[in-house]
């Protein structure tokens, strides 16, 4: 008798109906606005450094090599409801969120194919630069052109021939311009989706200027990968993002442009003729060009991974060949103070 009782009240349970469970409710607004800050800012204003104490809702919080997922429970809504309902707006949450996540990754294939459009852009200009250097530039004073080589490199002696003032001034300004572009790239102008460095390109600038710049900017993918405290107390961030460097760039770029502004009309006179006829003058001209012109996309870079918006205004004035670009490495906000300031948020909310 009691094993037939047993199994009469295992059959009916067996067809007992289960009550619903209840979901936690995801809302709506959150999901647009997390779609739409990916789509304002997919690439260049993606997180740039993590603080140690940073938690961000249903972010990652990285420190020394681990992550840890912060969720909050305020998030969830209380238990019942349509149980139809709830799965069309989990459905609808669910199409949000991969679209977000499509367009963050460049989803879609019309962002890929944007950014191989402009790489091959950009590398067809390089290509042409190289072969009208090398095969069409003039080159009527190959001698010549030694020979200031080693008067500007101080490999000859004071042989009483005095240098163009204007040529003494390009050359020490070109010297300065692989610093200024080494402050605008490190950190802000590296790549976390490609596996090139940005570093080799850098050092090679010191010899070949835009030149040895120009095929990094074709395999550049942002944004930037994400820096903590430590990085930015050591070589080379520490010397790069200290305003003392950014100073004497900005001092010493400004005392060679009138350097060369107070020269006379005949040191003008000279050098253009020089331009005609020399290739190395002719190839420097155009570098100081070239480097002049792609800054202000960089320093837009930086400052928009900085998220510095009162710093627009520096805009037009970066088209200024080196004098905008070196100024707003002087006023721009240094990556330990805006660290400080992601990180006080945090600790407030922790509390």
Same mark, same amino acid.
């Given at each position: 008798m009691a094993s037939v009782s047993s199994a009469y009240l295992v059959l009916t349970c067996a067809h007992a109906p289960l009550a619903h %469970?209840? /979901?936690?409710?995801?809302?709506?607004?959150?999901? /647009? *606005?997390?779609?739409?800050?990916?789509?304002?800012?997919?690439?260049?204003?993606?997180?740039? +450094? %993590?603080?140690?104490?940073?938690?961000?809702?249903?972010?990652?919080? /990285?420190?020394?090599g681990s992550a840890q997922i912060c969720r909050d429970a305020s998030l969830q809504g209380p238990p019942g409801?349509?149980?139809?309902?709830?799965?069309?707006?989990?459905?609808?949450?669910?199409?949000?969120?991969?679209?977000?996540?499509?367009?963050?990754?460049?989803?879609?294939?019309?962002?890929? =194919?944007?950014?191989?459009?402009?790489?091959? %852009? *950009?590398?067809?200009?390089?290509?042409? %630069?190289?072969?009208?250097?090398? @095969?069409?530039?003039?080159?009527?004073?190959?001698? /010549?052109?030694?020979? +200031? =080589?080693?008067?500007?490199?101080n490999l000859k002696g004071d042989d009483g021939f005095r240098m163009n003032e204007v040529l003494v001034a390009l050359w020490y300004i070109m010297g300065l311009w692989p610093v200024l572009y080494s402050m605008l790239l490190l950190p802000t102008g590296r790549?976390?989706?490609?596996?090139?460095?940005?570093?080799?390109?850098?050092?090679?600038?010191?010899?070949?200027?835009?030149?040895?710049?120009?095929?990094?900017?074709?395999?550049?993918?942002?944004?930037?990968?994400?820096?903590?405290?430590?990085?930015?107390? @050591?070589?080379?961030?520490? +010397?790069l993002e200290s305003k003392l460097t950014a100073g004497v760039v900005f001092a010493l770029g400004i005392g060679l442009i009138i350097y060369a502004g107070k020269a006379g009309g005949d040191d003008w006179k000279e050098f253009i003729r020089y331009f005609r006829e020399s290739k190395f003058i002719h190839a420097t001209c155009l570098d100081f060009t070239l480097l002049s012109t792609f800054s202000p996309f960089w320093v837009y870079n930086d400052m928009t991974a900085r998220r510095w918006k009162n710093g627009s205004w520096l805009l037009p004035l970066a088209l200024i060949p080196f004098v905008g670009p070196s100024m707003y490495l002087l006023l721009r906000p240094s990556l330990s103070s805006l660290l400080a300031a992601s990180a006080s948020p945090s600790d407030e909310i922790q509390k």
């Open positions: %469970l209840p /979901r936690p409710t995801r809302r709506p607004d959150i999901a /647009r *606005i997390t779609l739409a800050g990916i789509t304002r800012g997919a690439r260049a204003s993606a997180p740039l +450094f %993590l603080s140690p104490g940073t938690c961000r809702l249903g972010g990652v919080r /990285r420190h020394r409801g349509d149980s139809t309902a709830q799965e069309q707006e989990d459905k609808k949450s669910d199409a949000v969120a991969a679209a977000a996540a499509r367009i963050a990754s460049g989803g879609g294939g019309g962002g890929k =194919l944007s950014d191989w459009t402009t790489s091959v %852009l *950009i590398f067809g200009i390089w290509a042409g %630069l190289m072969y009208y250097i090398f @095969q069409l530039a003039p080159n009527q004073t190959p001698y /010549r052109d030694t020979y +200031f =080589l080693q008067k500007l490199l790549s976390s989706k490609s596996k090139i460095p940005v570093w080799p390109f850098l050092v090679l600038s010191c010899i070949g200027g835009a030149y040895a710049l120009i095929p990094y900017f074709v395999l550049w993918k942002p944004p930037p990968p994400p820096i903590d405290e430590d990085e930015i107390e @050591q070589w080379p961030l520490k +010397f």
